[in-house]
């Protein structure tokens, strides 16, 4: 079953909200419903990489769900905050892109040098609700995602630039990709 957030509609992928709680909440009634056997997220990043291109195209099967104070040694947290939900497309992947979830954009630089400093190279504010609700119902589960921005003072501004855009590459390299699934 593929699924995005509102707002990143297709016509082949189940909205699921926006955010950490709301993704959660409605993907987990969306799962008792219909039963589905795996999930594919379709969605768009923001990068803390400055070298990834915008547009670039990522599969990934790992999320966090870090925050910038954990990130700067100003808090810490007693719940686990790092999944991998393996699936048959994602098993032999050599690089474990790793996407980092809040219910905040990130739009310091520093922040997102410390994020790279971790291993973290992009961000998405429902994927680790995705792959931890997964877990719950054991269901294999990856997200598609295509960079819009990066992680920076520009961030809201470039998203809403290339918003338009990156939906349609996401909509091609799935179809191309994974239109056998629907």
Known sequence: MFICASGEKFSFAKEIGVG????????????????????IFVGSVGSYDKEINIFDIFVSSTAMQIESSFIMHNSYT???NKIENVSHETQNLENKIIVNSSNYITTDE????????AGI???????????????????????IFCVT????????KSFLKNHKSAKDYLE???????GKYF
């Open 20 to 39: 950490l709680v709301d993704s959660a909440m409605i993907l987990s009634s969306i799962i008792l419903k219909d039963s589905p056997k795996e999930l």
């Open 78 to 80: 007693p719940i686990f």
């Open 110 to 117: 520093n922040i997102s040098k410390h994020m790279l400093n």
């Open 121 to 143: 190279l992009l961000e998405n504010m429902e994927f680790f609700s995705i792959l931890r609700v997964a877990q719950y119902f054991e269901i294999p589960a990856f997200g």
């Open 149 to 156: 921005n990066y992680c920076d003072l520009e961030a809201h």
């Open 172 to 178: 091609s390299y799935t179809r191309e990709n994974y």
